[in-house]
């Protein structure tokens, strides 16, 4: 019997591509793993082994909120529990923190006209954004993007700068100083199931943006609530979550010296929401509320003692 030459030939060559093809996945496989087992489970290992060297002392009074909060929490608003680790992981100031000297401040009796934003800085998300575009300032200066957090921060390259790079707002406030920085998050982060990774988070936050404008005096702006009707059937976006974060951003500010601003008490309602007159969402202020927000804000100056 005749051998067909062509076609074990062709089987050949199948063959040959399935061994190559095999070879080629297996080691991308084993390269993969090497890499996710060295930059995630090893620094893990070595993590947890500090941490271990290192006990965390956690107060009697936070471990009383703690379970006040368990006890207390209403089905929205409520945040999960996990082992709290107190560790900046997400992102680092290029520069060494130096601890301020605490600075103490009163509130101004004055109402500010538009100049006093002239050296202003205005640092958040997309409600910074819609306060940008629709008050009537005209020498606003903001960092601000849809979906930026007290995480995303660090990450999101979102300002342009005059050699035409774009970079981020932690490395924009290391090439410009401001006199004074508002800043305000939280909106985007009601979805977050821990409350002290947003608590460290602002925390690092602040103590960094401290660090690169330490002459800046620096107002940190509470969450504006949300409207009533999307409150009561938005499992993330309600204003149990709001009041909630809210508390811990005050706390923060206590912890740090710096001016806590409750924005959100001239843009609610009696009952504590946000109009629903005031918003095409419920999240986001409308031209007319931003007005009444910024003159929140020219009323509410603080000076140093």
Known sequence: MSLDYKRNYKIMLRRRKIIMISV?????????????????WAGEDQQTQQDTEQPIEI??????EMKQTEATGAKKGKALTRQPIYLYTIGTARVEFQQSTERTYRLSE???????????????????????????LSNLHAYCSKGLSVSRIYTDTIVPMEDGRTVTVMEALQEQSYAKIYIMFGVNELGWPYDDLFREQYSKLIKDIKT??????????????????????DPIYNNENVNRFNGIIQEICQEQAVIYLDV???????????????????????REY???????????????E
């Open 212 to 233: 690169l404008q330490p002459d800046a005096l620096i107002y940190v702006q509470n969450i504006i609530p949300i409207a009533a009707s999307r409150s009561a059937t």
């Open 24 to 40: 080629i996945v297996t080691v991308f496989v084993c390269a993969s793993f090497a890499v996710l087992y060295f930059r995630y």
């Open 290 to 304: 931003c007005e009444v927000w910024l003159d929140y804000l020219r009323n509410h100056t603080y000076v140093l």
């Open 59 to 64: 107060s009697s009074e936070t471990t009383s």
């Open 110 to 136: 004055e109402t500010v006209s538009d100049s006093y934003f002239d050296d202003a800085l205005f640092i958040g998300d997309s409600r910074t954004e819609g306060f940008m575009l629709y008050t009537s």
């Open 264 to 286: 959100g008490s001239a843009l609610s309602d009696e009952n504590g929401a946000l109009p629903e007159d005031a918003s095409p969402d419920g999240v986001h202020c409308n």
